[in-house]
């Protein structure tokens, strides 16, 4: 079986969908939380929404996925490529 190098940047139409999809992930995860406590700044009356250590665990978790979603794109491609042709040659 040939090496699959695991950071290797393959630049295919297959990496840029996974860069993508991993952007998007965490740009959902960045964003959801801070919903609520924005609507609530926005409208008179309302009560002020606190930070949870849950929402500022997403948050970061978001922020991190969003930023680093290239190098998560290029090694979720490469476990990919690395699977599909371990079970080609499990299979042939």
Do not use: D
């Not at 996974?18 to 998007?24: A, K, M, N, T, Y």
């Not at 929404?49 to 665990?57: C, D, G, L, N, P």
């Not at 979603?69 to 599909?84: M, P, Q, T």
Request: with cysteine; aromatic share 14%.
């Amino acid at each position: 079986m040939s090496s699959i190098k695991i950071i290797k940047n393959r630049n295919n139409k297959t990496q840029r969908y996974w860069i993508l999809i991993v952007r998007f992930i965490g740009f959902l995860i960045f964003v959801i939380p801070l919903i609520q406590p924005m609507h609530a700044y926005m409208i008179i009356g309302m009560e002020e929404i606190q930070f949870s250590k849950t929402r500022t665990i997403l948050i970061i978790v978001g922020f991190v996925l969003c930023s680093s979603g290239k190098f998560i794109g290029v090694v979720n491609n490469n476990l990919g490529l690395f699977v599909k042709n371990a079970f080609k040659k499990l299979f042939s």
